[in-house]
């Protein structure tokens, strides 16, 4: 026997040529597979849904048959949520922007009634109410709810400007933390609710506000504005708030500046 035969020779040492091009084409699976994984949001109980469903797909106890396929969430899908029926959030943003100006017309008519005295009553708005706001000495005398006669005039104004607009009127009273001693009320709370029933009544008789738009509420020393310890922040607990809220949108200009774009 002079040799090996041709076809038995051994092969050339080291791994063979087809092996680099396997190892190359799995390193650019995992790695897109690791691209993939880092954009995936992780949770559990989607995960749970999922391995669930995948063995129902594969695994010998299925009962129904599975024809989608198992979705997972990802920051790319979250970001096509968030822009999705681009109308209808512009459609938000305008009434939101409308109930604002309607707020800002109220409180300067408000702010015009008492221009001249306007220790007597704080006005805020914003796009989702307008709150005026009585403070307690000017309405009322000290335990009592008995609106007081220099107040009268200009809470009939504030009634016939509130007959005029649409929402809801809320009527609540506060009082500081100063204990009542004597009287017809035995407690902030009762004072509290009494005013604001005082209030409301005097709205209804005077203005003819639709009853079905009023409410009243007592909130007696639980709800401060400012700090009880001092007396100008007791002054200042010690208020009847007319609430104007729920207000419609109006009739502005339907591209108002500002408005987010489509």
């Known amino acids: ?3 090996v035969p041709e076809d038995h020779k051994c092969p050339p040492p080291g791994a063979p040529m087809w092996v680099t091009t396997f190892g190359d084409l799995m390193s650019l699976l995992l790695c897109f597979f690791v691209l993939l ?15 669930g469903s995948l063995e129902k797909a594969f695994g010998v106890q299925r009962k129904t048959k599975t024809m989608d396929p198992p979705k997972g969430v990802t920051m790319i899908a979250k970001d096509f949520d968030q822009q999705l029926m681009p109308s ?5 943003f305008i009434v939101m922007q409308e109930r604002e100006i309607i707020g800002q017309q109220v409180k300067q008519a408000v702010e015009e009634l008492f221009k001249d005295a306007q220790s007597l009553v704080e006005v805020e708005a914003d796009g989702q109410q307008v709150v005026i706001r009585l ?3 000017s309405t009322f005398d000290s335990g009592k709810a008995a609106i007081k006669r220099q107040m009268i005039p200009l809470l009939q104004q504030i009634g016939t400007l509130l007959r005029d607009t649409q929402g809801d009127i809320v009527i609540a009273g506060h009082t500081d933390n100063v204990p009542i001693r004597g009287g017809p009320f035995r407690s902030n709370l009762q004072l509290s609710i009494a005013r604001a029933a005082t209030v409301a009544e005097f709205l209804l008789d005077r203005s003819r506000i639709q009853p079905n738009r009023v409410s009243t509420m007592g909130y007696g020393k639980y709800r401060p504005l400012a700090d ?5 922040g007791r002054r200042k607990n010690r208020r009847v708030e007319i609430i104007l809220t729920n207000l419609p949108p109006g009739h502005v200009a339907r591209n108002p500046a500002g408005a987010p774009p489509e």
Do not use: C, H, P, W
Request: glycine share 6%.
């Open 37 to 51: 994984l880092s954009f995936s949001e992780m949770d559990k109980a989607k995960y749970k849904q999922v391995a």
């Open 228 to 232: 009880n310890q001092t007396a100008v």
């Open 88 to 92: 209808q959030r512009r459609e938000e």
């Open 135 to 137: 403070m307690g000495e």
């Open 1 to 3: 026997m002079s040799g």
